[in-house]
C-alpha cells in the first residue's frame, strides 16, 4: 500500500491500512486497535511522540500565523491585548483541536517507516500486501534442480 493512500486515510481520521473509521470513542480517547483489521495503534512504547511533535508544530504554526494576521490587519498601530488574546485562542485550540488527526497521521508515518511485521495480528487481507508475493521465490543465488 502507498504512503499517499495511507496519509489520505490517516487525514480522515481514518485506519492507514484498511481505511475503517470510528477510531476514536471521543475526541480524545483513540481505540487501542482498529476494529476492521486488527493494527494495534500503540505499537511500542513511546509511540506517540511523533504524533506529539506534528500538534505542537502545528500549533506553532497556527500562533505565528495569528500573530502576523492580528499584527498586520491593525497595523500602524496594533492592540497587543488583541494580538495577545488571538495567540492564546489559537494556542489553546489548534491542538485540542488537531489531536486526532495527528494521532492517526502519525500512525500512517510510522507504518511508512516501519511496515507491518507479521507478528503484529493485523487481518491476514492487509498484512504486508504486496511485500508478500515473493516470499514464494528462492532466495538470489540458489538454483533448483
Known amino acids: 500500500m502507498s504512503t499517499s493512500v ?3 486515510r490517516a487525514a480522515a481520521k481514518h485506519c492507514p491500512v484498511c481505511g475503517t473509521g470510528h477510531l476514536f470513542r471521543r475526541w480524545v480517547v483513540m481505540a487501542d486497535s482498529c476494529p476492521g483489521c486488527g493494527l494495534r495503534f500503540r505499537r511500542e512504547d513511546g509511540q506517540w511522540l511523533g504524533s506529539w511533535f506534528l500538534n505542537i508544530t502545528l500549533a506553532q504554526a497556527a500562533v505565528a500565523l495569528v500573530l502576523i494576521i492580528s499584527v498586520a490587519a491593525t497595523y ?3 492592540n497587543m491585548a ?3 488574546a488571538a495567540g492564546l485562542v489559537a494556542a489553546c ?3 485540542v483541536a488537531f489531536f486526532p488527526f495527528s494521532r492517526t497521521i502519525w500512525t500512517a508515518i510510522d507504518l511508512a517507516m516501519r511496515p507491518l511485521a507479521f507478528d503484529e495480528d493485523v487481518a491476514p487481507g492487509f498484512e504486508l500486501g504486496l ?3 515473493p516470499v514464494g521465490a528462492p532466495p ?3 538454483d533448483r534442480p
Open 6 to 8: 495511507m496519509l489520505r
Open 76 to 78: 500602524p498601530y496594533p
Open 82 to 84: 488583541m494580538v495577545a
Open 93 to 95: 485550540a489548534v491542538p
Open 131 to 133: 511485500e508478500l508475493e
Open 140 to 142: 538470489a543465488g540458489l
